[in-house]
Structure formats: C-alpha cells, structure tokens
C-alpha cells in the first residue's frame, strides 16, 4: 500500500483591531474561508498557525515575521485568507511575492500565482485609496450644503452614557487606585469589590476590564 502523503500549511490570520480578535467575528471569518480552501486540497494538514492582531499597514509586524521564518523552514506554503491579510503596504508584498524561498498561497484566490498575487494587492490599494477619496469629497460636499452627519439622538446618548460612565469611575477610582497602590491585583481588586458587594454601573460584579477602566478613565492629567 502506498504511504498518504499530507500537504502542509502554515497559516495566518490577521485582525486589524482587539476587539476583532477578542470577539472573534474577523478570525472566525477567515478560518471559515480557510477551511473551503483546505477541503479542496489533498490531505491537507495545518502545521503552524499564527494569529496576529495589527494593522496590515504597520511597518513592524513580528508574528508575520514568525510566520514567514515558520513557513520557510518547513519548505510549506504560507496561507492567508485574503490579500490583505498578508499585507496592504504593496512594497511589502512586491518583495514577498518575490522571495524565491516562500510559498504563498490565498485562500480566496486559489489559482493565483505570485505575479497574480502582487497584482491583485495592487488593485486592493488603489480600490481603498479612491473609495477614501470618494468618500471625503462626498462629506465635503455634503457639509458645504449644511448637513450635519450622525443620529443627534444617538449622540446624545452615548455622551449621556460617557457622562455616567465616568461619574461612576470617579466615585470608585479611589478606592481602586488604593487598592492597586497596595499591590493589589485587577483580579485581587476585582474579588474585593464583589466580595463587598459593590456592583458595576449596570448591577453587574466586577471584571478586571472594569477595573481598568476605572483607572484609565480616572487617570490624573500631567502637564
């Protein structure tokens, strides 16, 4: 019987905000895609997978950096969900495209060789920029003509909510920055405060992204 031979992938996926990568919306997007990708794929098998939480056009990019070294040493494509995943800077993904060591691959542009590739990013960066610019004449224009944008009661509520969000953290950054002075923990604080049976401002126990919330909202202006 002939031995099943795998086809190996390094992968990357790559958010643009914490948020993104906390709730998860844009890194379970990609895997899907991913996913569709690999079950076309014969034996496929992910030996690495790197997620990164940056901005495509940010100079320094260390997990892309690991996973461009990952994907080299173990002689497998580099596979990415789109594009602009692996990078929006086109300089970048010029000098990518031609690296004669790394194998990339697209998820969503599964035929796609490295000129096609590099072409398709440069198309991406040219779509973006004119849509910005589309954009912002629009709103000058619309401005010129006297329109004021956003829901005004929408607005008024979320000042509303950050007015009370932090009158809500003034009433309790002293005593949290206390504790924290003391060597307490978020965790410690947190335990504290709920064991005490403080409560948030929506009647909830306290977590630490409360807790550093509180300090971050009651943080002492310097000069």
């Known amino acids: 019987m002939r031995p099943v031979t795998t086809t190996d992938f390094v992968v990357l996926l790559r958010v643009s905000t914490t948020k993104q990568g906390i709730d998860g919306n844009g890194i379970n997007a990609q895997r899907r895609d991913i996913q569709l990708f690999l079950d076309q794929q014969d034996n496929p098998r992910v030996v690495k997978e790197f997620v990164e939480v940056i901005s495509g056009a940010n100079d320094a990019r260390p997990v892309l950096d690991d996973a461009i070294a990952t994907a080299k040493k173990l002689k497998c494509p580099l596979l990415v969900q789109k594009v602009d995943r692996l990078t929006r800077d086109v300089e970048v993904l010029g000098r990518l495209t031609k690296d004669k060591d790394l194998h990339l691959k697209i998820a969503s542009l599964p035929n796609a060789d490295p000129f096609q590739i590099h072409l398709f990013g440069i198309l991406g960066a040219e779509e973006r920029r004119f849509i910005s610019q589309r954009t912002k ?87």
């Open 137 to 223: 004449a629009a709103m000058s224009a619309a401005k010129a003509r006297g329109v004021r944008f956003g829901n005004p009661k929408i607005n008024e509520l979320n000042k509303s909510r950050t007015r009370a969000a932090r009158s809500f953290a003034s009433e309790h950054g002293e005593l949290v920055r206390t504790l924290r002075t003391q060597g307490k923990s978020y965790k410690d604080i947190c335990y504290i405060l709920n064991q005490s049976g403080y409560k948030t401002r929506l009647g909830c126990d306290f977590s630490k992204t409360h807790i550093h919330r509180i300090l971050k909202r009651t943080e002492p202006l310097t000069a």
